[in-house]
């Protein structure tokens, strides 16, 4: 069993900037990818953005060029850092971790972007 642990959520203005983290609890070596996916009320739970173990990155056509996804192997940590904020970027915000096949899901980070 994957602990995945999401932190980082917040209130933000329209422009400005969050940065969320995920922790998983196994060693990266065991985990093939993780990805960040949202959530708006009313909608589907959506592709933000996925990293391979070999750092190989893809995105969603909405957040290309203001969001970018990073991982750091010697602390489990995967990071969103997002800029350009759009009230539209408005969601609960859940990453995972793969392990052989397996999808393991965090808790999820409510970001609100608003004035």
């Known amino acids: 069993q994957v602990q995945v642990v999401e932190s980082g959520g917040g209130l933000a203005q329209p422009g400005g900037s969050l940065r969320l983290s995920c922790t998983a609890s196994e060693s990266s070596i065991s985990i093939s990818a993780m990805g960040w996916y949202r959530q708006a009320p009313g909608k589907q739970r959506e592709l933000v953005a996925i990293?391979?173990?070999?750092?190989?990155?893809t995105y969603a056509d909405s957040v290309k060029g203001r969001f970018t996804i990073s991982r750091d192997n010697a602390k489990n940590t995967v990071y969103l850092q997002m800029n350009s904020l759009k009230p539209e970027d408005t969601a609960d915000y859940y990453c995972n971790a793969a392990r052989w096949g397996v999808l393991y899901w965090g808790k999820g980070t409510l970001v609100t972007v608003s004035s």
């Open positions: 990293i391979t173990s070999g750092g190989t990155t």
